[in-house]
């Protein structure tokens, strides 16, 4: 079996999840976490290196029990806001967290 071709340069674009270049996003995403690529990593990657240079100090993601590879994707990158011994299907949307570190500083005078 040969291994995948490699990925082209990701380029972030900031746009509400209306847009119509969301949907295949989302799409691919949800075929990424059946094939595993690493694009899904990447994209978990982005949105905690955009929520730092936002300011944010804490990332809260949430996945349905019934999606195995998001559950496996969050707990490789965050933290468990629920018991995992105890039945997904008990628990609804399962919650996880990532305290993210704060934004480097730029070294300029106004922000010392």
Known sequence: MSAPAPLPELTAAHVP???PRVEPLLRELGDEYSARRGLARKAVAELQREATTRGYRRLC???RPRRP???SLYLATS???F???ADPESIGPLPFEKHLPAPARSGRAADL
Do not use: N, Q
């Open 79 to 81: 933290y468990p806001l």
């Open 69 to 71: 590879e998001a559950p």
């Open 17 to 19: 999840v209306s847009d």
């Open 83 to 85: 018991d995992t011994g």
């Open 61 to 63: 993601l949430t996945t």
